[in-house]
């Protein structure tokens, strides 16, 4: 054990309504083994919500809390002032944007408190004002949506990021290896370790790993070159490639392609390139305020009425009905 053996931290889990309890669950697991495994509380937690009331995670199940913002402020100013405040998110976000929960997390950080988003956090983080500039993970679902809300953000498709005093990650288990991070170092990498061991994982993964399924596991495919223009198509969906241009990049005949996602994918590859456009289209609908025809603009369509047109064949209702649909929902 290293000379930092004795630290002490206390952090507040900062409940958002909705939030993703896995994510919670995989931030808070690793402090309370690493005292098991310490021997000491060198960690100790409080969890908050916005007025102190018990908060209902995604998947329905409610937590009880110790705090309000209200109380936390007050604890600012004393001993009990956190290390470090836990933004724990989760679905439908912007529907539980607080300004006095941005405001609360600009005094934290203004105090020198480490803040944290796990899974849609950031969301939280950026509409405080604390991510300009800054780098940040979040979840690949919600990367389209959060890239065309936040600009000045540099969002990354990680598993976690870590910027001076901003910790954030894409949710889900990239939880464990964020908190593990933060253990090591303030302690050592036997201690991460001895939790690895408990939780049933053989690593910390690195911040850059992927997030996804590579697509031979994500879509089944086993053909390197059907693989290999899946993902020239999905790093070309604003600009997309024509076949032409596919073929000479993966020196194939057109006619080759033609057959090879016939016999893959079960469809041709225009309609493959097509679906995977609508569904970055989808995704922004549902997480940007961006105008309909903008979407059409970033997903590669030449206009708007065309990229209605595809969007109804697909999802049977307008780019349009999925907004209000949408609205409806946040607004219940």
């Known amino acids: 054990m290293n000379a930092r053996s004795t630290a002490k931290r206390s952090i507040v889990f900062f409940l958002v309504p909705e939030f993703t309890l896995v994510a919670f669950a995989t931030a808070l697991e690793p402090l309370r083994i690493a005292n098991r495994m310490l021997g000491y509380d060198a960690y100790t937690w ?4 916005a007025d102190g009331r018990p908060v209902t995670a995604s998947c329905g199940a409610t937590i009880n809390v110790d705090t309000s913002l209200d109380e936390e402020r007050r604890k600012l100013s004393g001993a009990d002032r956190p290390s470090m405040v836990v933004v724990c998110s989760g679905v439908n976000v912007e529907r539980h944007y607080s300004k006095a ?11 020198g408190v480490a803040i944290a988003g796990l899974c849609t956090g950031a969301h939280i983080l950026a509409a405080a004002g604390l991510l300009s500039g800054k780098r940040c ?3 690949w679902e919600n990367l389209p949506g959060f890239a065309e809300a936040f600009p000045k953000v540099e969002v990354f498709a990680d598993l976690f990021e870590v910027d001076q005093n901003i910790y954030t990650c894409a949710g889900g288990t990239a939880a464990l290896d964020m908190m593990l ?10 201690l991460v370790n001895r939790i690895c061991e408990q939780v049933l994982t053989d690593r910390v993964r690195n911040p850059t790993d992927r997030q ?18 899946i993902e020239l198509m999905e790093g070309n969906l604003a600009e997309p490639l024509s076949l032409v241009e596919i073929a000479d990049e993966v ?12 016999q893959e994918m079960g469809r041709s590859p225009a309609r ?40 109804r064949e697909v999802y049977a209702r307008s780019p349009q009905q999925e907004r209000v649909d949408r609205k409806q929902l946040l607004a219940a």
Do not use: M
């Open 101 to 111: 929960a941005f405001g609360w997390l600009r005094e934290e950080y203004n105090r």
């Open 251 to 262: 020196d194939l005949s057109r006619r080759q392609i033609e057959r090879l996602f016939r």
């Open 181 to 190: 991070r933060l253990i090591a170092e303030e302690f050592d990498d036997n």
């Open 46 to 49: 409080r969890l908050a919500s």
């Open 137 to 139: 993970a979040i979840h």
């Open 212 to 229: 996804r399924l590579p697509l031979r596991a994500r879509l089944g495919v086993q053909n390197s070159k059907v693989l290999t223009i």
């Open 272 to 311: 493959y390139y097509l679906e995977i456009r609508l569904e970055r289209a989808r995704h922004l609908l549902i997480q940007s305020t961006l105008p309909v025809v903008e979407v059409a603009v970033a997903c590669g369509f030449v206009s708007a009425s065309h990229f209605s047109k595809c969007y």
